[in-house]
Protein backbone atom coordinates (compact mmCIF):
# COMPACT_ATOMS: atom_id res chain seq x y z
CA UNK A 1 0.00 0.00 0.00
CA UNK A 2 1.39 3.34 -0.96
CA UNK A 3 2.00 5.88 1.90
CA UNK A 4 1.59 9.55 2.35
CA UNK A 5 2.85 11.02 -1.04
CA UNK A 6 4.20 14.51 -0.96
CA UNK A 7 5.79 16.39 -3.95
CA UNK A 8 8.08 18.30 -4.63
CA UNK A 9 10.54 16.95 -1.80
CA UNK A 10 13.11 20.13 -2.27
CA UNK A 11 11.99 23.62 -3.15
CA UNK A 12 13.98 26.92 -3.18
CA UNK A 13 12.37 29.83 -4.07
CA UNK A 14 13.32 33.81 -3.96
CA UNK A 15 11.11 35.49 -1.25
CA UNK A 16 8.20 37.45 -2.24
CA UNK A 17 7.74 34.52 -4.79
CA UNK A 18 4.62 32.17 -4.54
CA UNK A 19 5.26 28.59 -3.73
CA UNK A 20 2.51 25.37 -3.70
CA UNK A 21 2.99 22.06 -2.04
CA UNK A 22 0.98 19.02 -2.74
CA UNK A 23 -0.15 15.92 -1.09
CA UNK A 24 -1.97 12.77 -1.73
CA UNK A 25 -2.98 10.74 1.29
CA UNK A 26 -3.11 7.14 1.56
CA UNK A 27 -6.46 5.99 -0.31
CA UNK A 28 -9.89 5.78 2.13
CA UNK A 29 -7.90 8.10 4.71
CA UNK A 30 -10.66 10.89 5.45
CA UNK A 31 -8.02 13.04 7.36
CA UNK A 32 -5.95 15.00 6.30
CA UNK A 33 -3.34 17.48 8.36
CA UNK A 34 -0.58 19.69 7.53
CA UNK A 35 2.15 20.51 10.12
CA UNK A 36 5.28 22.72 9.80
CA UNK A 37 8.82 21.70 10.95
CA UNK A 38 11.24 24.04 12.01
CA UNK A 39 14.78 22.82 12.65
CA UNK A 40 15.03 21.57 15.76
CA UNK A 41 11.73 21.51 16.77
CA UNK A 42 8.36 18.96 16.74
CA UNK A 43 5.93 19.52 13.98
CA UNK A 44 2.61 22.30 14.48
CA UNK A 45 -0.45 21.81 12.95
CA UNK A 46 -1.32 23.99 10.39
CA UNK A 47 -4.82 22.92 9.35
CA UNK A 48 -6.60 20.06 9.46
CA UNK A 49 -9.15 18.31 6.83
CA UNK A 50 -12.26 16.15 7.55
CA UNK A 51 -12.55 15.26 3.97
CA UNK A 52 -12.80 18.26 1.87
CA UNK A 53 -14.04 20.66 4.67
CA UNK A 54 -11.06 22.08 6.85
CA UNK A 55 -12.40 21.59 10.29
CA UNK A 56 -8.99 23.61 11.80
CA UNK A 57 -7.54 26.37 10.73
CA UNK A 58 -6.46 28.11 13.18
CA UNK A 59 -2.71 27.82 13.28
CA UNK A 60 -3.32 28.57 9.83
CA UNK A 61 -1.35 32.50 8.65
CA UNK A 62 -4.32 33.50 6.60
CA UNK A 63 -3.01 37.07 5.05
CA UNK A 64 -0.07 34.51 3.11
CA UNK A 65 -1.08 30.97 3.44
CA UNK A 66 -3.45 28.83 1.67
CA UNK A 67 -5.15 25.34 1.57
CA UNK A 68 -7.55 23.50 -0.43
CA UNK A 69 -8.59 19.60 -0.32
CA UNK A 70 -10.96 19.59 -3.73
CA UNK A 71 -13.14 16.08 -3.87
CA UNK A 72 -11.92 15.39 -0.34
CA UNK A 73 -8.70 13.26 -1.80
CA UNK A 74 -5.31 14.88 -2.21
CA UNK A 75 -4.41 18.08 -0.85
CA UNK A 76 -2.46 21.66 -1.67
CA UNK A 77 -0.90 24.31 0.32
CA UNK A 78 -0.21 27.45 -0.81
CA UNK A 79 1.97 30.63 0.61
CA UNK A 80 2.12 33.90 -1.26
CA UNK A 81 3.89 35.69 -1.03
CA UNK A 82 6.67 33.73 0.85
CA UNK A 83 9.11 35.42 3.41
CA UNK A 84 12.44 34.56 4.70
CA UNK A 85 10.88 32.77 8.08
CA UNK A 86 8.84 30.36 5.96
CA UNK A 87 12.11 28.28 5.53
CA UNK A 88 11.28 24.78 6.80
CA UNK A 89 9.51 21.60 5.85
CA UNK A 90 6.42 21.38 4.99
CA UNK A 91 4.46 17.43 6.07
CA UNK A 92 1.34 16.15 5.33
CA UNK A 93 0.19 13.13 7.60
CA UNK A 94 -3.36 11.10 6.73
CA UNK A 95 -5.71 9.08 9.30
CA UNK A 96 -8.47 6.89 8.38
CA UNK A 97 -10.33 9.44 10.98
CA UNK A 98 -9.91 11.89 13.98
CA UNK A 99 -10.94 8.99 16.40
CA UNK A 100 -8.74 8.50 19.61
CA UNK A 101 -7.55 5.09 18.07
CA UNK A 102 -6.36 6.28 15.09
CA UNK A 103 -2.75 6.90 14.34
CA UNK A 104 -1.30 9.61 11.59
CA UNK A 105 0.40 8.65 8.66
CA UNK A 106 3.18 10.94 7.50
CA UNK A 107 4.54 11.82 4.35
CA UNK A 108 8.25 12.27 3.74
CA UNK A 109 7.88 16.65 3.90
CA UNK A 110 8.61 19.43 1.52
CA UNK A 111 11.50 20.82 2.24
CA UNK A 112 11.42 24.89 1.56
CA UNK A 113 14.32 27.04 1.46
CA UNK A 114 13.54 30.75 1.21
CA UNK A 115 16.50 33.18 -0.60
CA UNK B 1 -2.66 25.99 25.54
CA UNK B 2 -1.42 21.90 25.78
CA UNK B 3 2.51 21.88 26.09
CA UNK B 4 4.75 18.81 25.76
CA UNK B 5 8.31 18.86 27.10
CA UNK B 6 11.05 15.55 25.92
CA UNK B 7 13.89 15.26 28.17
CA UNK B 8 16.75 14.34 27.38
CA UNK B 9 17.40 16.77 24.14
CA UNK B 10 20.18 13.94 22.97
CA UNK B 11 21.30 11.41 24.30
CA UNK B 12 24.18 8.83 23.60
CA UNK B 13 24.63 5.51 24.48
CA UNK B 14 26.55 2.11 23.46
CA UNK B 15 25.01 -0.54 22.03
CA UNK B 16 23.27 -2.78 24.01
CA UNK B 17 22.29 -0.50 26.31
CA UNK B 18 18.84 -0.56 27.64
CA UNK B 19 17.16 3.10 27.57
CA UNK B 20 14.63 5.59 28.82
CA UNK B 21 13.32 8.60 26.89
CA UNK B 22 11.03 10.87 28.72
CA UNK B 23 8.04 12.89 27.67
CA UNK B 24 5.70 15.17 30.10
CA UNK B 25 2.48 17.53 29.03
CA UNK B 26 0.59 20.15 30.77
CA UNK B 27 -2.95 19.20 30.10
CA UNK B 28 -4.39 15.70 31.46
CA UNK B 29 -7.50 16.07 29.14
CA UNK B 30 -5.99 13.92 25.88
CA UNK B 31 -7.13 11.33 23.85
CA UNK B 32 -4.36 9.41 23.29
CA UNK B 33 -0.37 9.62 23.07
CA UNK B 34 2.13 8.92 20.26
CA UNK B 35 5.73 8.20 20.09
CA UNK B 36 7.10 8.82 16.33
CA UNK B 37 10.36 7.99 15.29
CA UNK B 38 12.39 10.58 12.48
CA UNK B 39 15.11 9.39 10.87
CA UNK B 40 17.19 12.60 9.46
CA UNK B 41 15.58 14.26 6.41
CA UNK B 42 12.42 11.98 6.23
CA UNK B 43 9.01 11.68 7.41
CA UNK B 44 8.02 10.22 10.75
CA UNK B 45 7.14 6.77 11.58
CA UNK B 46 5.09 5.94 14.18
CA UNK B 47 5.83 3.99 16.68
CA UNK B 48 3.46 3.27 19.41
CA UNK B 49 -0.26 5.04 20.33
CA UNK B 50 -1.37 4.67 24.08
CA UNK B 51 -5.11 5.42 24.03
CA UNK B 52 -6.19 7.57 26.95
CA UNK B 53 -7.72 4.56 28.84
CA UNK B 54 -4.57 2.43 28.39
CA UNK B 55 -1.16 2.47 30.69
CA UNK B 56 1.19 1.16 28.03
CA UNK B 57 1.89 -0.59 24.48
CA UNK B 58 4.30 -2.54 23.23
CA UNK B 59 6.22 -3.38 20.33
CA UNK B 60 9.52 -5.72 20.25
CA UNK B 61 12.30 -3.80 22.06
CA UNK B 62 9.80 -0.91 22.51
CA UNK B 63 7.39 -0.03 25.74
CA UNK B 64 5.70 2.63 26.20
CA UNK B 65 4.07 3.64 29.63
CA UNK B 66 1.44 6.28 30.25
CA UNK B 67 0.76 8.15 33.29
CA UNK B 68 -2.52 10.81 32.29
CA UNK B 69 -3.33 12.23 35.14
CA UNK B 70 0.66 13.01 36.39
CA UNK B 71 0.90 13.93 32.39
CA UNK B 72 3.86 12.19 31.96
CA UNK B 73 4.78 8.70 29.28
CA UNK B 74 8.46 7.29 28.77
CA UNK B 75 9.70 5.10 26.04
CA UNK B 76 11.69 2.37 27.03
CA UNK B 77 14.16 0.80 24.43
CA UNK B 78 15.41 -2.30 25.06
CA UNK B 79 18.88 -3.71 23.76
CA UNK B 80 19.52 -0.97 21.33
CA UNK B 81 21.15 -1.04 18.20
CA UNK B 82 23.12 1.30 16.00
CA UNK B 83 19.47 0.91 13.80
CA UNK B 84 17.62 2.91 16.19
CA UNK B 85 19.60 5.81 16.02
CA UNK B 86 17.41 8.86 15.15
CA UNK B 87 14.92 11.57 16.98
CA UNK B 88 12.54 10.26 18.87
CA UNK B 89 9.29 12.29 19.21
CA UNK B 90 6.44 12.32 21.43
CA UNK B 91 2.94 13.68 20.89
CA UNK B 92 -0.24 14.45 22.27
CA UNK B 93 -4.00 14.32 20.58
CA UNK B 94 -6.11 16.56 22.64
CA UNK B 95 -9.89 15.89 21.68
CA UNK B 96 -10.10 15.07 17.55
CA UNK B 97 -7.49 18.13 17.13
CA UNK B 98 -4.04 17.44 15.56
CA UNK B 99 -1.06 16.28 17.11
CA UNK B 100 0.95 18.46 20.01
CA UNK B 101 4.61 17.95 19.74
CA UNK B 102 7.52 17.87 21.99
CA UNK B 103 11.03 18.51 20.54
CA UNK B 104 12.42 15.43 20.23
CA UNK B 105 15.43 13.54 21.72
CA UNK B 106 17.99 12.87 19.68
CA UNK B 107 19.40 9.20 20.14
CA UNK B 108 22.76 7.85 19.03
CA UNK B 109 23.49 4.67 19.69
CA UNK B 110 27.10 3.91 19.63
CA UNK B 111 28.81 0.46 17.48
Known amino acids: EAGVVQSPRYKIIEKKQPVAFWCNPI?????LYWYLQNLGQGPELLIR????????DSQLPKDRFSAERLKGVDSTLKIQPAELGDSAVYLC?????????????FGPGTRLLVL | KQEVTQIPAALSVPEGENLVLNCSFT??????LQWFRQDPGKGLTSLLL?????REQTSGRLNASLDKSSGRSTLYIAASQPGDSATYLC??????????FGKGTHLIIQP
Open chain 1, 93 to 105: ASSPNSGSAETQY
Open chain 1, 27 to 31: SGHNT
Open chain 1, 49 to 56: YENEEAVD
Open chain 2, 27 to 32: DSAIYN
Open chain 2, 50 to 54: IQSSQ
Open chain 2, 91 to 100: AVQGGADGLT
